[in-house]
């Protein structure tokens, strides 16, 4: 079992920074892959980044590569979404999610976070 708890979004003007952190609980947390995804008012939610349980690998949507980066820190139960030349698209609910590789990569997660808005001002 893992909980997962989102923080770290806010409002900030486009082409800003902002750090996201997902903080786990339990015991098997370094056994997860861990991703990010976003959910825009009236969208569906979208796959944004995962990292592999080694940190040995990363993947990125396309709209968010060059800008992004996934991070994690197994030794701290966390796992962290760099985000920066922030732009307006980007407001979202962003989630963190544990799973498999391949599920995260098509959007299913074993556990979800509550999530954490993230607002970009043009």
């Known amino acids: 079992q893992v909980q997962l708890v989102e923080s770290g979004g806010g409002l900030v003007q486009a082409g800003g920074s902002l750090r996201l952190s997902c903080a786990a609980s339990?015991?098997?947390?370094?056994?997860?892959?861990m991703g990010w995804f976003r959910q825009a008012p009236g969208k569906e939610r979208k796959f944004v980044a995962a990292i592999s349980w080694s940190a040995g690998s990363t993947y990125y949507a396309d709209s968010v590569k060059g800008r992004f980066t996934i991070s994690r820190d197994n030794a701290k139960n966390a796992v962290y979404l760099q985000m920066n030349r922030l732009k307006p698209e980007d407001t979202a609910v962003y989630y963190c999610a544990a799973a498999r590789m391949p599920l995260l990569r098509v959007g299913v997660g074993d556990y979800w976070g509550q999530g954490t808005q993230v607002t970009v001002s043009s």
């Open positions: 339990g015991r098997t947390f370094s056994n997860y892959a």
